[in-house]
Each structure stands twice: as C-alpha cells, then as structure tokens.
C-alpha cells in the first residue's frame, strides 16, 4: 500500500492535483508548433520521471510562448517533484495570471506554499480551489491534510468527508482521516475507517499499528497490542521483531546495586516516577539492569541535567566518565497533566535512550568518519538517523512486550504515540520528510557535523577551512545558543591567522552574547596583548580568572 497521504508529509496530497497533467490542457490543441512540441517533449520526460529534462523544455516553450499556461502549469510540477517549492509556487503564480479561474492551480500553489511553511497562504489557495471546483476532490483532501498540519482536526475530518463523498473508494483518504479522528480522540470512528481499509491491505503493518494504537487509546489494551505486535512482525527488519526485555547478560553485585542507585537518583530527581515504580517491580528491574551494563556493555550513570537539544538524550562515555542519561523533568513541564501521564512521559524517554545508548559504538564510528570528512553532512545526519530508528522500533518492542502487559494489570491509561506506534514509514521515506534545518533530525545531528569538521581542521591547524565554515555556521539561522561560541572560534581563527582587528570584532561579540565566557576574556586578553594594550589584557585576563573561580566553585559537591 502506498504511504497514506496525511501520514508523509514528504508526499504531499495536493501532487494529485497534477496527476492528469498530461490529460488536461487549459487552451484547446494547436496546429504544432516550436512551443507546443518542447511542451510534448516535457510531458515525455515527466512520464519518464526525468524532471530536470522536463523543466528544460518547458522552459523553452515558455522561452518561445510566454503566454503558453500550460508549460508554466507543467514546469511548476516538476520543480515540485524535485523539492523547488518556491520556484513551483512562483510557476503557478504566472499560471494564475493567465488563468485566474484554474482550481487546479491554486491548489498545486497551496501546497507549494504549505512545504514552505506558509500555511496561511497555503490555507487561501485551497480555499479557492475548492470554490472554484467543488468537486475537485483531491482540493478537499489537501485541504484537510494542511488544516490537519495546522492543528485542527476537526476541521480535517470535515474535508476528508466531503473528499470521501466525491469519491467514496479512495483508500487513502479513510486513513488520513482515520489519523485526524484518532487526534481528536474518536477511536471508535478511527477503527472503523482502519477496518475498511485492512479488508483490502490486511498486511499492511502502518493500518495494522494504525489501528493498534487507536484500540490501546480506546483502553482495548489486549486487543491492541495483537495488532501492534502484528504490524512489528510484518515491517521489514523491524528491530522489535525478536525484542527480548532482558540480554541475558551476567552482571555482577556491584553493577547492579550501581544500576539501582542511578534509578533511585533519578526518581529522586524526577518525582512523577515514584507513584508507580515498585522496588523490584518488572519495569524497576529492567531499568537497573539497563544501567548496571546491559545497556552499553558497562555501566552508565543518570544525570539530572536537562537535556540540551531533546525531550531526552544520551551522553556517550568518554575517558574517565561514564555515559549518562538525561530525561527531560516533565513534573514541571506538565502541572495540568494526570500523574499516569508524567510518569509515562517520564518513563517513555528514559526507555528510549536507554536503547539508544547501546548504539555508541556506531555513533562514535560515524563521528570519526565525519571529522575525517569521510561522509558529507547529509550522510551523517541520514545514518544517525537510522541508527535512532533502531532504537525507535526497539522501544516500540519493549511497549508491546513489556509495558503494555504492566499497563494492563495495573489498570493505567497510556499513550502509544509516546512509543512510536503511530510511526511506521520505512527510514528513506521518512528521511526524505525531513527538510528544516532547523528541526530534527538536522537539529541537532546537522550542527554536530559542524563542529566535527571545525575541530579537525582546528587540530590540523588548517585555520581557513576552519574559518570559512564557522562563518558558514554564523550565518545559519536556527543555532542562537551556539552563537557565543561560533564567534569565540571565529576569533581563534583570526587570531591564528594575524587578522588581530578581526579576532578583536569576534571576541567582543562572543563576550556581548555572553558575559560569563571566561574563554572568550582569555581570547580578548591574547589580542589586546598582541596590539600592546597591556592594561586592558590585565583586565580581561582577571575577568577570566574571576569567572573560572566561579565556575569551580559550582561544581564543588552540595
């Protein structure tokens, strides 16, 4: 079964609405003519899925008829086969001037706009396509999957069901509106249009998961998980296929009264656990195991600090530390929330990462790579995302396996969103959703790239290479913590370099961003005492030592 419409976004519903691209022709057939026979050519290379050739041609019939609507409707398509969605929306813009009445235009801008971010503007487009034509099916199902993007659910179902009454045997159309029914809490409704669908792809493991979640939601705890379990036996290489809650790995006493104290400090740390842990419990005894080395092969430690990019994240161990893991403390950050709901919060993550911990040794592989530059930044931000999804599908194990049978004797609501359940696109078509850099897994995985890279060329005094990059990374919005420190390694660069005015701009600018920076009072100290100013590199030089005082004084024990 092809991916359901609502679930990639990467696909796009409204691309239907060039589906018959070939077909519909808005000016009636013309004797031949240069214009019209590139246009044909381009029709050819689209049905050969050789975009880039059949922008080309478009692009000469629109060279040689400017007024030719249809080559600017066909270029936009492909410009958006190939991700260009701004040129796409540009395409139709002209599109529309010719022919301001074409719904099929405007709908084709709405998602343009849409995988632009522009969800205002992409909501008028498809208001408009729909008025135009109403029976314009795949306008509605846009429309419903851009107001579903948007947060509103309701007003989703309400669009899939105009979509469904236009065309009542569109498969995906029952799924996607089976998604919004599901985030509205409709389960029931949700099931329905899930069963439909599973009489014509009973294989299919994302309707079978689909359904499994919403059964687990509506408290048919039993009945879900069969079908969440049906649906990891069926996805390929499904890591939770063969999930066992336990390796068998021989840990002595001491591991595991060190495992049982991380968890005992973490429940000190993040209260919202304590209600329903047991001592010795099944879930306590997994979790002290999963510290006490059956994790990573040695044992790892809890760190109350919160997380710095995530709701969780693992630290990898390093010498004379071992690796910890961080959970964000969501006894705060839910105050409204029932107590069953922080401590799945709570407990959700920490299982995460206590899988995906056990992957540091490719982690680590792939970072090495990465500072040799060995792999681009796109291969190392796609193979770290692999990785995760590993640990993804084994926490979506443990919940099947492990969680849900303890939900079901103790007689507690949970959310199967909160263990991927409602994620089962293959690692490719998932990646390819992914553009923000803004957002992960480019966030944080891109920007660790960054600096792998800048610190090899630091190490191999390559100071140019260093400085182009870091300058690349300033200039790369969505970072602003790290600005403080790209600018401090900006002024290294400089100050390696001779360029001592430049050093001097970047020092100022990494102590304006923060004035507790005691490396970059050192770096402005080294400046001012290469430009003769001893009394200010005095200054700046016992501001530093002021401020590293301080510092070891936090990190004294309390």
Same mark, same amino acid.
């Given at each position: 079964?092809?991916?359901?419409?609502?679930?990639?976004?990467?696909?796009?519903?409204?691309?239907?609405?060039?589906?018959?691209?070939?077909?519909?022709?808005?000016?009636?057939?013309?004797?031949?003519?240069?214009?019209?026979?590139?246009?044909?050519?381009?029709?050819?290379?689209?049905?050969?899925?050789?975009?880039?050739?059949?922008?080309?041609?478009?692009?000469?019939?629109?060279?040689?008829?400017?007024?030719?609507?249809?080559?600017?409707?066909?270029?936009?398509?492909?410009?958006?086969?190939?991700?260009?969605?701004?040129?796409?929306?540009?395409?139709?813009?002209?599109?529309?001037?010719?022919?301001? $009445?074409?719904?099929?235009?405007?709908?084709?801008?709405?998602?343009?706009?849409?995988?632009?971010?522009?969800?205002?503007?992409?909501?008028?487009?498809?208001?408009?396509?729909?008025?135009?034509?109403?029976?314009?099916?795949?306008?509605?199902?846009?429309?419903?999957?851009?107001?579903?993007?948007?947060?509103?659910?309701?007003?989703?179902?309400?669009?899939?069901?105009?979509?469904?009454?236009?065309?009542?045997?569109?498969?995906?159309?029952?799924?996607?509106?089976?998604?919004?029914?599901?985030?509205?809490?409709?389960?029931?409704?949700?099931?329905?249009?899930?069963?439909?669908?599973?009489?014509?792809?009973?294989?299919?493991?994302?309707?079978?998961?689909?359904?499994?979640?919403?059964?687990?939601?509506?408290?048919?705890?039993?009945?879900?998980?069969?079908?969440?379990?049906?649906?990891?036996?069926?996805?390929?290489?499904?890591?939770?296929?063969?999930?066992?809650?336990?390796?068998?790995?021989?840990?002595?006493?001491?591991?595991?009264?060190?495992?049982?104290?991380?968890?005992?400090?973490?429940?000190?740390?993040?209260?919202?656990?304590?209600?329903?842990?047991?001592?010795?419990?099944?879930?306590?005894?997994?979790?002290?195991?999963?510290?006490?080395?059956?994790?990573?092969?040695?044992?790892?430690?809890?760190?109350?600090?919160?997380?710095?990019?995530?709701?969780?994240?693992?630290?990898?161990?390093?010498?004379?530390?071992?690796?910890?893991?961080?959970?964000?403390?969501?006894?705060?950050?839910?105050?409204?929330?029932?107590?069953?709901?922080?401590?799945?919060?709570?407990?959700?993550?920490?299982?995460?990462?206590?899988?995906?911990?056990?992957?540091?040794?490719?982690?680590?592989?792939?970072?090495?790579?990465?500072?040799?530059?060995?792999?681009?930044?796109?291969?190392?931000?796609?193979?770290?995302?692999?990785?995760?999804?590993?640990?993804?599908?084994?926490?979506?194990?443990?919940?099947?396996?492990?969680?849900?049978?303890?939900?079901?004797?103790?007689?507690?609501?949970?959310?199967?969103?909160?263990?991927?359940? $409602?994620?089962?696109?293959?690692?490719?078509?998932?990646?390819?959703?992914?553009?923000?850099?803004?957002?992960?897994?480019?966030?944080?995985?891109?920007?660790?790239?960054?600096?792998?890279?800048?610190?090899?060329?630091?190490?191999?005094?390559?100071?140019?290479?260093?400085?182009?990059?870091?300058?690349?990374?300033?200039?790369?919005?969505?970072?602003?913590?790290?600005?403080?420190?790209?600018?401090?390694?900006?002024?290294?660069?400089?100050?390696?370099?001779?360029?001592?005015?430049?050093?001097?701009?970047?020092?100022?600018?990494?102590?304006?961003?923060?004035?507790?920076?005691?490396?970059?009072?050192?770096?402005?100290?080294?400046?001012?005492?290469?430009?003769?100013?001893?009394?200010?590199?005095?200054?700046?030089?016992?501001?530093?030592?002021?401020?590293?005082?301080?510092?070891?004084?936090?990190?004294?024990?309390?």
């Amino acid at each position: 079964m092809k991916t359901p419409l609502l679930i990639s976004a990467s696909v796009f519903a409204a691309r239907g609405c060039a589906a018959s691209i070939i077909l519909l022709a808005l000016i009636a057939p013309a004797p031949a003519n240069p214009a019209r026979v590139a246009y044909d050519r381009g029709n050819e290379s689209i049905a050969e899925g050789d975009y880039p050739a059949a922008i080309r041609h478009f692009s000469m019939a629109i060279q040689l008829n400017p007024g030719m609507a249809d080559a600017w409707f066909s270029r936009s398509w492909a410009h958006g086969q190939m991700g260009n969605f701004a040129q796409e929306a540009a395409d139709l813009a002209r599109c529309i001037e010719l022919t301001p $009445d074409y719904a099929e235009a405007y709908c084709n801008r709405g998602a343009a706009y849409a995988r632009m971010g522009r969800l205002d503007a992409a909501l008028e487009d498809l208001d408009r396509a729909v008025a135009l034509d109403p029976s314009l099916t795949v306008a509605w199902v846009t429309r419903g999957w851009l107001r579903f993007q948007r947060g509103e659910p309701r007003e989703a179902v309400a669009d899939y069901t105009r979509a469904l009454k236009l065309d009542p045997n569109d498969i995906n159309v029952y799924v996607s509106r089976a998604t919004s029914l599901h985030a509205l809490g409709e389960h029931g409704r949700a099931i329905a249009d899930l069963d439909r669908v599973l009489k014509v792809y009973p294989e299919d493991p994302e309707l079978l998961g689909m359904r499994g979640a919403a059964k687990v939601a509506l408290g048919q705890i039993n009945e879900g998980a069969a079908d969440l379990a049906a649906a990891i036996e069926r996805n390929p290489h499904d890591a939770g296929a063969n999930y066992h809650s336990s390796k068998r790995v021989d840990l002595s006493p001491e591991s595991l009264k060190h495992g049982e104290q991380q968890l005992r400090a973490m429940i000190r740390d993040r209260p919202g656990l304590e209600p329903f842990l047991d001592p010795g419990g099944a879930l306590w005894r997994w979790a002290v195991r999963r510290f006490a080395g059956e994790a990573l092969g040695e044992p790892i430690d809890w760190d109350p600090a919160p997380p710095l990019d995530s709701e969780a994240e693992h630290v990898a161990p390093m010498p004379g530390r071992r690796g910890r893991i961080r959970v964000k403390p969501y006894d705060d950050a839910l105050p409204a929330a029932d107590a069953d709901a922080i401590f799945e919060a709570l407990w959700s993550h920490l299982v995460f990462e206590l899988h995906n911990i056990g992957l540091v040794p490719r982690f680590e592989a792939l970072r090495q790579q990465a500072a040799a530059g060995n792999v681009s930044k796109r291969q190392f931000v796609e193979r770290i995302f692999r990785y995760e999804q590993e640990a993804v599908q084994q926490t979506r194990g443990y919940y099947v396996k492990v969680y849900l049978p303890w939900v079901a004797e103790k007689g507690l609501k949970t959310d199967p969103n909160l263990w991927f359940a $409602d994620w089962w696109l293959d690692v490719e078509t998932a990646f390819r959703g992914f553009t923000d850099p803004r957002e992960y897994p480019w966030t944080p995985y891109g920007r660790q790239y960054d600096w792998l890279r800048t610190h090899a060329h630091l190490e191999a005094e390559e100071y140019p290479e260093a400085l182009e990059l870091l300058q690349a990374m300033l200039a790369e919005e969505g970072y602003p913590a790290a600005v403080g420190r790209v600018q401090f390694w900006i002024g290294e660069c400089h100050l390696e370099l001779g360029n001592l005015a430049a050093a001097l701009r970047a020092a100022d600018a990494a102590i304006d961003f923060d004035p507790d920076d005691a490396d970059a009072y050192e770096l402005r100290a080294e400046v001012y005492e290469k430009l003769g100013d001893a009394n200010k590199a005095a200054a700046d030089r016992a501001r530093a030592s002021q401020l590293d005082e301080s510092a070891n004084e936090d990190d004294l024990p309390r």
